[in-house]
């Protein structure tokens, strides 16, 4: 019944995509859902709906929808904005013509992050260890190269990188809403920032409902650390050899 569920959902959301949608696509703990929540933040203000919503991840995901999500058959409530559809799911043909923003993170992070993610949520089933995992054909960093590369010669996509983000919030927040279409005010994008952040998005989570925290084993935090460079602490020598000739296989794809 549940995989009739998601295909039900994957169908829908596909036919009714149209390109007039954007598409704020990553391979998972790339960074995200940091950028939803900004945007959703920052459309709250915008459309001075603030006061109406409380925002924890039940809201963030009923309103901001993902493609195979029942999300995706909630009304969009930030006319005439432009529909932002969240995507973990690789290029394809049925989106080729769709605006995509891509959130890019340095692959060792997203490894290390991803790691803890799929060993605290319910919904995965593995007994990989950190060495393991990063060269698992379905989690590691092969499957991490082969969705970027999927979307590297899309027409029409703004690739954004986390750690700019981290760097420059501001800066880089303004160019997604610039390639998104709307209107600029930086006190509003200032405001989002604060409001998206670290701290506040563990509270989010905090606000969220039993359904939702249930997901997680342990009282897991989603937005875990954020930190640069996390990869540092896991990978090994032997690791660092096996990213690297991975990184050289795709890019030399990507150059083909």
């Known amino acids: 019944m549940q995989v009739f569920k998601k295909g039900f959902y994957y169908a829908y959301s ?3 995509i149209s390109q007039r949608d954007i598409l704020l ?3 998972p703990k790339a960074g995200n859902t940091w950028v939803r929540i900004f945007i959703f933040h920052y459309l709250l203000k915008f459309y001075r709906r603030e006061e109406n919503f ?3 991840f039940d809201t963030l995901d009923r309103y ?3 493609i195979g999500n029942k999300s995706i058959f909630q009304s969009w409530i930030f006319n005439p904005t432009r529909r932002i559809l969240k995507t973990h799911n690789k290029n394809n043909k049925i989106i080729k013509k769709i605006p995509v ?3 890019d993170r340095d692959p060792r992070d997203i490894m290390v992050s991803y790691f803890h993610y799929t060993k605290k949520s319910n919904r995965f ?3 990989l260890n950190f060495g393991s995992f990063i060269r698992n054909r379905k989690y590691g960093l092969e499957a ?3 969705h970027k590369l999927s979307y590297e010669q899309h027409t029409n996509i703004k690739f954004i990188n986390y750690e ?3 760097s420059d919030p501001v800066k880089n927040f303004t160019n997604i809403l610039l390639f998104i279409g709307v209107e600029i005010n930086q006190q509003r994008i200032k405001n989002a920032i604060y409001d998206s952040n670290m701290e506040n998005t563990r509270k989010a989570q905090l606000k969220s409902s039993k359904d939702y925290n249930k997901q997680f084993k342990d009282n897991f935090t989603f937005a875990r650390k954020g930190e640069k460079k996390q990869w540092i602490d896991y990978f090994q020598e032997e690791d660092l050899q096996y990213f690297e000739i991975i990184k050289r296989k795709y890019e030399n794809s990507a150059e083909k």
């Open 54 to 56: 409380e925002v924890n």
């Open 101 to 103: 923003i891509y959130i």
């Open 125 to 127: 089933k593995h007994n």
């Open 64 to 66: 901001m929808p993902e």
């Open 14 to 16: 596909y036919l009714t």
């Open 25 to 27: 696509a990553s391979f």
């Open 164 to 166: 700019d983000i981290k």
């Open 144 to 146: 991490y190269y082969k």
